[in-house]
């Protein structure tokens, strides 16, 4: 139902921010809670924020706690991902995914709806 397409990755230094973008379309944002999640090289995909969707609550995971801030921007049916002091175990592809569901925000399988992802690469 709603179609999410991930912008604003790049190759940064560390210590660096980049701000990632999730455009919808399809959809208004509003009856779906958003999450961001990362997958490494040889990794599962790991959840990393997670904006809720009736009451705005965010979500973080222990490894980006303080330096990554998720925001919703509902007039411009975007969700953003702030990402300071990168470090080279943030190097990902990121997606960012829909979810109508009340559950484990951080476990993918609720989500029915998921971009392409953009690469997220931290390298001196």
């Known amino acids: 139902q709603v179609q999410l397409v991930e912008s604003g990755g790049g190759l940064v230094q560390p210590g660096a921010s980049l701000r990632l973008s999730c455009a919808a379309s399809?959809?208004?944002?509003?009856?779906?809670?958003i999450g961001w999640f990362r997958q490494a090289p040889g990794k599962e995909r790991e959840g990393v924020s997670c904006?809720?969707?009736?009451?705005?609550?965010?979500l973080y995971a222990d490894s980006v706690k303080g330096r990554f801030t998720i925001s919703r921007d509902n007039a411009k049916n975007t969700v953003y991902l702030q990402m300071n002091s990168l470090n080279p175990e943030d190097t990902a592809v990121y997606y960012c995914?829909?979810?109508?569901?009340?559950?484990?925000?951080?476990?993918?399988?609720?989500?029915?709806?998921w971009g392409q992802g953009t690469q997220v690469t931290v390298s001196s």
């Open positions: 995914a829909a979810s109508r569901m009340r559950a484990n925000y951080f476990s993918p399988r609720i989500y029915a709806y």
């Open positions: 904006i809720t969707s009736r009451d705005g609550r965010t």
């Open positions: 399809g959809s208004t944002l509003d009856g779906y809670a």
